[in-house]
């Protein structure tokens, strides 16, 4: 089983800065198949970023994931405040799939 | 536009079963894998089974196999989960998800709001 390790916890940032999120993997992850999602209480979670780097539909470009192997980021270039959320990674390569623990952005 | 609502869930005693359901509206649900996923408190996500279009092939983590079986109605639009002998760390929120459909291994593209599932005497 590939774990996901995600950095940081809880990340303390202000609108307007930039955020990056990290998830890391034990083993590599077949064809980079890597997904990002966002989830806010109550609500249903949101998929943004699969195989890596590619933006699901309607997600604006100031989300973008990049990475490859074990190493993955996802960078959000300029927090708006519907943006602070739960972040979680998946990895869909290989059974079975599994999650990170999730990184939490939080307003300063 | 795709919906995805869940229900079903509720407290229930340790050994006791509860059948969660999933209906889904705004596309073709006969074309779509989908699947169950569910998060404990302060735990990550995890995949607990899975279903493919059709219904003819199912996955189950370890964690639930031999206790969880998921099926599909089709005719219903409708996606289910039955879970016996549960247990207290079966406690968390059930979530349904769909597929996206790629072609190959796929993420999921939508979610619903997920279900409270109690395990607890």
């Known amino acids: 089983e590939i774990v996901l390790t995600q950095s940081p916890g809880t990340l303390s940032l202000s609108p307007g800065e930039r955020a990056t999120l990290s998830c890391r993997a034990s083993?590599?992850?077949?064809?980079?198949?890597l997904a990002w999602y966002q989830h806010k209480p109550g609500q249903a979670p949101r998929l943004l970023i699969y195989?890596?780097?590619s933006r699901a539909t309607g997600i604006p470009d100031r989300f973008s994931g990049s990475g490859s192997g074990t190493d993955f980021t996802l960078t959000i270039s300029r927090l708006e405040p519907e943006d602070f959320a739960v972040y979680h990674c998946?990895?869909?390569?290989?059974?079975?799939?599994?999650f990170g623990q999730g990184t939490k952005v939080e307003i300063k | 536009e795709v919906q995805l609502l869940e229900s079903g869930g509720g407290l229930v005693q340790p050994g006791g079963s509860l059948r969660l359901s999933c209906a889904a509206s705004g596309f073709t649900f006969s074309s779509y894998a989908m699947s169950w996923v569910r998060q404990a408190p302060g735990k990550g996500l995890e995949c607990v089974s899975d279903?493919?279009?059709?219904?003819?092939?199912?996955y189950y983590a370890d964690s639930v196999k031999g206790r969880f079986t998921i099926s599909r109605d089709n005719s219903k639009n409708t996606l289910y989960l039955q879970m016996n002998s549960l247990r207290a760390e079966d406690t968390a929120v059930y979530y349904c998800?769909?597929?996206?459909?790629?072609?190959?291994?796929?993420?999921?593209?939508?979610w619903g709001q997920g279900t409270l599932v109690i395990v607890s005497s």
């Open positions: 998946q990895q869909y390569g290989s059974s079975p799939k599994t």
């Open positions: 998800a769909r597929y996206q459909n790629c072609g190959g291994d796929c993420p999921f593209d939508y």
């Open positions: 083993q590599s992850v077949s064809s980079n198949y």
């Open positions: 279903i493919n279009n059709s219904g003819g092939r199912t």
């Open positions: 195989g890596a780097s």
